[in-house]
């Protein structure tokens, strides 16, 4: 898409570099911007709240889990 000029550079980039961080990570989703059925095709887990993403979290990971926030993460560029 991003050759097709269909699809902005930076907002490719951050699409690719999110999807590999999926390879290092679990990936909790919440957002009132995006539907579940999106967010899991884009191979993320969704919340419908912080609180049961973070009750997520621990409940595959465990008590001693080290989680990251990421506020606003549309807005942050991504690097591995």
Not at 43 to 47: E, M, P, R, S
């Given at each position: 898409m991003v050759?097709?000029?269909t699809l902005d550079k930076a907002v490719g980039a951050n699409l690719l570099l999110g999807r590999q961080l999926l390879n290092f990570a679990d990936a909790i989703l919440v957002t009132?911007?995006?539907l579940e059925k999106d967010t899991r095709a884009m191979?993320?887990?969704?919340?419908c709240s912080p609180?049961?993403?973070l009750k997520m979290a621990f409940a595959t990971q465990g008590p001693a889990a080290k989680i990251n926030?990421?506020?606003?993460?549309s807005k942050i560029i991504c690097a591995l």
């Open positions: 050759q097709a000029g009132k911007g995006i191979g993320f887990k969704w919340a609180a049961e993403a926030v990421l506020y606003k993460a």
